[in-house]
């Protein structure tokens, strides 16, 4: 599985992993953040969360276009983390809470965030696909981009259960507990704007707080302070994850050197395939295409953080039991995950001695998962957002499988292309939201749900969302390296940068559109009728892509 791939692409995955581990801790208690510091309402920071999320994957457009002309890949890299960090480091000095300037303070810091994203994210990957230019590791370029999109969720798994333990330890040494309902209580008391209900309610939360001392307006003063502060000391999580980033990009650089190209070197000019117009043309399209289906199948996708993230809250049972709850501590998953890696090596190990200590190693993660499993309670109380873990526990879990699938295919010329993958992905996704029809059967609308109290008197289990995560994973891993691959691949070599760019851009396009799925939410349509928009347009899409697959194939010869 580690086998035969360049030693710069360990490297910069590592180097992604960092960023990527910063970012979606910063992700995590983003819009928390937004609420505490500045009082928005939900529906507020949500649209800017929703411009936020567009804006990084817009950015890489520009990234690709300047490394192209003008930088070269490494250079603009460097210069996106430095950017990224002078972001994270503004968000991070900001302990105090509100305030025009705060706010001022803020954009200029998100602003800097999706600028640097937009100059390092595109261009390290296309720096992974040149890796993959040398004949040697030609046909290994498909499992790189698979371990390289390993490594990015292996940031993303920790990020959450980071963000969370920061803000409670800080959130403690002020004095406080978390809860959840405070924040937007206190900013009501302190604009005048509580009702009396609220007030009541207030005095209730403010009283369990043992720093409560009976003054409401320095326990509100106090508590939105702190809170912010805690959520600043979650951004500086992202600001050390960023000087490891950096660290790992220059101190292992020698790897992965040689694919640094810079316009105008010599080396550089010598390296680029001189295509005809034509043959630029085709390649030009085959990518457009692809980029417009993907748009459906991240639309798709990111409705775990909005829709699934509904239907976890008013239609899912909010405990779990059985074997299912130990699902819901990410240590464990880690365990689980390291073990899918040792039983892998047990059996691809070249040496007795490799064989034995992924043994050992598999035995030590199987003792682990079966202590925690013994020493948890009878049920784990569920919060909606926690199952949003499942996504990149799977894909670290699951890789190790789906390379050896297709290395066994590919062993036997039965490998599929990475435009007929991207194809099977949409049908994947498609019987992902099947699953969640199926769930869905028999239960109240959105709009019955709102006029009955919000939550539904019949919950299903926690084991379909999981199961749509796990089906939905496999998609995800059908598309999104395969994709990422298929840019690097066909991209014109004077264009790389500015492909990979829009590649990100239609990311953030199908970002956007997730919103399309939330507006018809609450409109009186059944649940089994809103999962089928998304059925349908990632079945068309499927279509679509088999139609047009000789031309998508022979783009790549």
């Known amino acids: ?113 999706a600028v640097g994203t937009g100059l390092f994210k595109g261009n390290l990957q296309v720096m992974v696909g040149n890796l993959y230019d040398d004949a040697k590791y030609a046909a290994k370029r498909d499992g790189g981009f698979s371990l390289f999109y390993m490594a990015i969720n292996i940031g ?74 805690a959520y600043s000391y979650g951004f500086g999580i992202a600001c050390i994850s960023l000087i490891l980033s950096i660290a790992i990009y220059f101190g292992f650089r020698r790897l992965f050197k040689h694919v640094d190209v810079r316009k105008g070197e010599q080396k550089h000019e010598e390296s680029v395939v001189e295509l005809t117009p034509k043959q630029t043309k085709d390649r030009i399209v085959a990518l457009c295409l692809v980029f417009a289906v993907v748009i459906f ?41 390291v073990g899918v890696y040792a039983l892998f090596g047990v059996f ?101 749900l709102s006029e009955t109290g919000g939550v539904s008197s019949v919950l299903v289990s926690p084991n379909w969302l999981i199961s749509t995560y796990l089906v939905l994973t496999f998609g995800e891993l059908l598309l999104s390296p395969m994709g990422i691959s298929f840019v690097s691949k066909v991209a014109p070599p004077k264009l790389k940068g500015l492909m990979m760019g829009l590649w990100f851009g239609a990311t953030a396009i199908g970002n956007y559109l997730t919103s399309v799925i939330s507006s018809i939410w609450n409109t009186g349509l059944s649940l089994v009728m809103i999962w089928g928009v998304l059925i349908i347009l990632c079945v068309i899409s499927a279509v679509f892509m088999f139609s047009m697959m000789k031309k998508l194939e022979s783009a790549t010869e």
């Open 348 to 448: 691809q190990s070249d040496t007795k001695k490799g064989k034995t200590l992924s043994g050992l190693l598999l035995a030590a993660c199987a003792a682990g998962v079966w202590y925690k499993a013994a020493n948890v309670g009878e049920q784990v109380n569920l919060l909606p957002q926690i199952f949003q873990h499942f996504n990149p526990f799977f894909v670290v879990a699951l890789t190790p499988v789906s390379m050896a699938l297709f290395g066994a295919l590919a062993k036997k010329g039965k490998e599929p292309s990475a435009p007929r993958k991207i194809a099977l992905g949409m049908l994947v996704a498609a019987l992902g939201y099947c699953v969640m029809a199926a769930a869905s059967m028999g239960l109240p609308s959105p709009k019955e």
């Open 1 to 113: 599985m580690f086998k035969g791939h360049p030693k710069g692409l360990y490297a910069l995955a590592l180097a992604n992993t960092g960023e990527r581990f910063g970012y979606y801790t910063m992700l995590a208690i983003f819009v928390l953040f937004l609420q505490a510091k500045f009082g928005l309402t939900a529906r507020a920071a949500g649209q800017f969360y929703g411009i936020f999320l567009a804006a990084v994957y817009f950015m890489p457009i520009l990234g690709g276009f300047i490394a192209d002309k003008f930088w070269g890949y490494g250079k603009t890299v460097v210069t996106g983390i430095l950017v990224m960090f002078a972001g994270y480091l503004l968000l991070f000095a900001q302990k105090e809470a509100g305030g025009s300037m705060a706010f001022t303070m803020m954009i200029i810091a998100l602003l800097c965030i």
């Open 297 to 337: 199948f991240w639309m798709a996708f990111q409705q775990a953080g909005l829709t699934l993230t509904y239907f976890a809250r008013d239609y899912t049972s909010s405990v779990a039991t059985g074997w299912t709850r130990i699902g819901f501590d990410v240590f464990t998953l880690a365990m689980i995950a």
């Open 156 to 229: 993303s798994m920790f990020a959450p259960t980071t963000a969370t333990a920061v803000t409670n330890l800080f959130l403690g040494k002020s004095g406080f507990s978390y809860d959840a309902n405070i924040p937007s209580l206190a900013h009501q008391f302190l604009d005048g704007t509580i009702t009396s209900d609220g007030m009541t309610r207030l005095e209730a939360l403010a009283s369990a707080q043992s720093s409560f001392s009976g003054d409401m307006t320095a326990f509100c003063t106090n508590y939105i302070n702190s809170l912010s502060e």
